[in-house]
Protein backbone atom coordinates (compact mmCIF):
# COMPACT_ATOMS: atom_id res chain seq x y z
CA UNK A 1 0.00 0.00 0.00
CA UNK A 2 1.52 3.06 -0.99
CA UNK A 3 2.39 5.84 1.72
CA UNK A 4 -0.54 8.05 0.20
CA UNK A 5 -3.43 5.34 0.85
CA UNK A 6 -2.64 4.51 4.08
CA UNK A 7 -3.06 8.41 4.81
CA UNK A 8 -6.60 8.35 2.59
CA UNK A 9 -7.38 5.12 4.66
CA UNK A 10 -6.04 6.45 8.17
CA UNK A 11 -8.22 9.96 7.57
CA UNK A 12 -11.17 8.04 6.56
CA UNK A 13 -11.18 6.01 9.80
CA UNK A 14 -10.54 9.77 11.49
CA UNK A 15 -13.91 10.73 9.42
CA UNK A 16 -15.94 7.59 10.92
CA UNK A 17 -14.96 8.17 14.44
CA UNK A 18 -15.51 12.08 14.26
CA UNK A 19 -19.28 10.85 12.99
CA UNK A 20 -19.64 8.31 16.24
CA UNK A 21 -19.01 11.21 18.10
CA UNK A 22 -20.91 13.58 16.57
CA UNK A 23 -23.65 10.39 16.84
CA UNK A 24 -22.27 10.59 21.01
CA UNK A 25 -23.40 13.82 21.80
CA UNK A 26 -26.45 13.66 19.86
CA UNK A 27 -27.84 11.00 22.62
CA UNK A 28 -27.32 13.36 25.17
CA UNK A 29 -29.41 15.64 26.77
CA UNK A 30 -28.28 18.98 26.93
CA UNK A 31 -29.70 22.53 26.30
CA UNK A 32 -29.61 23.82 22.30
CA UNK A 33 -25.87 25.05 22.35
CA UNK A 34 -24.16 23.63 25.26
CA UNK A 35 -21.59 21.27 25.07
CA UNK A 36 -22.21 19.97 29.34
CA UNK A 37 -20.89 22.95 30.81
CA UNK A 38 -24.20 23.40 32.53
CA UNK A 39 -24.94 21.54 36.09
CA UNK A 40 -28.24 20.60 34.37
CA UNK A 41 -26.91 19.15 31.71
CA UNK A 42 -25.32 15.84 33.32
CA UNK A 43 -28.24 13.57 31.74
CA UNK A 44 -28.41 11.62 28.61
CA UNK A 45 -31.59 11.65 26.61
CA UNK A 46 -31.32 7.78 25.59
CA UNK A 47 -28.91 5.98 27.69
CA UNK A 48 -29.26 2.72 25.88
CA UNK A 49 -28.64 4.67 22.31
CA UNK A 50 -25.35 6.17 24.41
CA UNK A 51 -23.79 2.86 25.27
CA UNK A 52 -24.41 1.57 22.22
CA UNK A 53 -22.83 4.19 19.97
CA UNK A 54 -19.90 4.41 22.92
CA UNK A 55 -19.18 0.80 22.29
CA UNK A 56 -19.18 0.84 18.61
CA UNK A 57 -16.99 3.91 18.73
CA UNK A 58 -14.89 1.87 21.76
CA UNK A 59 -14.65 -0.75 18.85
CA UNK A 60 -13.71 1.87 15.98
CA UNK A 61 -10.99 3.20 17.81
CA UNK A 62 -9.35 0.05 18.41
CA UNK A 63 -9.88 -1.45 14.84
CA UNK A 64 -8.44 1.78 14.12
CA UNK A 65 -5.22 2.30 16.39
CA UNK A 66 -4.23 -1.39 15.52
CA UNK A 67 -3.96 -0.81 11.67
CA UNK A 68 -2.61 3.02 12.10
CA UNK A 69 0.44 1.04 14.33
CA UNK A 70 0.71 -1.47 11.73
CA UNK A 71 0.59 0.37 9.08
CA UNK A 72 2.65 3.51 9.87
CA UNK A 73 5.45 1.88 12.05
CA UNK A 74 7.69 1.52 8.92
CA UNK A 75 7.10 4.42 7.46
CA UNK A 76 7.74 7.07 9.53
CA UNK A 77 10.95 5.69 10.52
CA UNK A 78 12.22 6.34 7.79
CA UNK A 79 10.72 9.34 5.82
CA UNK A 80 12.93 12.28 6.97
CA UNK A 81 15.43 12.98 9.89
CA UNK A 82 12.22 13.48 11.75
CA UNK A 83 11.26 9.87 11.62
CA UNK A 84 13.04 8.58 14.62
CA UNK A 85 10.85 11.42 16.80
CA UNK A 86 7.97 10.40 14.93
CA UNK A 87 8.07 6.74 15.81
CA UNK A 88 8.53 8.15 19.78
CA UNK A 89 5.24 9.77 19.32
CA UNK A 90 3.56 6.42 18.03
CA UNK A 91 5.27 4.37 21.10
CA UNK A 92 4.66 4.74 24.46
CA UNK A 93 2.76 7.52 25.09
CA UNK A 94 1.08 7.26 21.96
CA UNK A 95 0.04 3.38 22.84
CA UNK A 96 -0.36 4.48 26.46
CA UNK A 97 -3.15 7.14 25.48
CA UNK A 98 -4.57 4.50 22.55
CA UNK A 99 -5.36 2.25 25.67
CA UNK A 100 -6.88 5.43 28.23
CA UNK A 101 -9.14 6.36 25.16
CA UNK A 102 -10.04 2.78 24.67
CA UNK A 103 -10.27 1.95 28.29
CA UNK A 104 -12.35 5.67 29.06
CA UNK A 105 -14.83 5.06 26.17
CA UNK A 106 -15.48 1.45 27.03
CA UNK A 107 -15.58 2.11 31.11
CA UNK A 108 -18.12 4.98 30.23
CA UNK A 109 -20.93 1.79 29.88
CA UNK A 110 -19.99 0.50 33.17
CA UNK A 111 -20.34 4.04 34.98
CA UNK A 112 -23.72 5.65 35.56
CA UNK A 113 -23.06 8.09 32.32
CA UNK A 114 -22.59 11.51 33.15
CA UNK A 115 -22.18 13.98 29.68
CA UNK A 116 -19.81 16.02 30.79
CA UNK A 117 -17.84 12.93 31.66
CA UNK A 118 -18.23 11.51 28.55
CA UNK A 119 -18.04 15.17 26.70
CA UNK A 120 -14.43 15.00 28.57
CA UNK A 121 -13.70 11.86 26.83
CA UNK A 122 -14.62 12.69 23.27
CA UNK A 123 -13.33 15.95 23.61
CA UNK A 124 -9.99 14.33 24.55
CA UNK A 125 -10.30 11.53 21.54
CA UNK A 126 -10.76 14.53 18.86
CA UNK A 127 -7.46 16.27 20.57
CA UNK A 128 -5.70 12.99 19.82
CA UNK A 129 -6.54 12.65 16.51
CA UNK A 130 -6.14 15.96 15.46
CA UNK A 131 -2.29 15.85 16.98
CA UNK A 132 -2.01 12.08 15.08
CA UNK A 133 -3.32 14.45 12.18
CA UNK A 134 0.14 17.09 12.51
CA UNK A 135 2.26 14.83 13.42
CA UNK A 136 1.79 11.51 11.16
CA UNK A 137 -0.41 12.25 8.67
CA UNK A 138 1.12 15.02 6.68
CA UNK A 139 1.66 14.98 2.99
CA UNK A 140 5.24 15.56 4.05
CA UNK A 141 5.28 12.28 6.54
CA UNK A 142 3.26 10.01 3.76
CA UNK A 143 4.21 10.54 0.57
CA UNK A 144 4.40 8.28 -2.17
CA UNK A 145 7.80 9.99 -3.70
CA UNK A 146 11.62 9.42 -2.02
CA UNK A 147 12.44 13.09 -2.09
CA UNK A 148 12.92 14.29 1.13
CA UNK A 149 11.87 17.87 1.94
CA UNK A 150 13.72 19.76 4.97
CA UNK A 151 15.49 16.54 6.22
CA UNK A 152 17.43 19.09 8.72
CA UNK A 153 16.55 18.63 12.43
CA UNK A 154 17.18 21.73 13.51
Known sequence: MKPSEIRSKLLEQH??????????????????GDRGASAEAGSLRQPGAQSAVMARLAQLLRTHNQEEERLLRDIVARVDAWGPARVE????HHL??????????????????DARRVDGVLDRLLEHMAAEERALYGEDVLRDDSVVIDATCS
Open 89 to 92: IMDE
Open 15 to 32: AQIRALVAEARGAMDRPA
Open 96 to 113: REHAELYAALFGAEAVAL
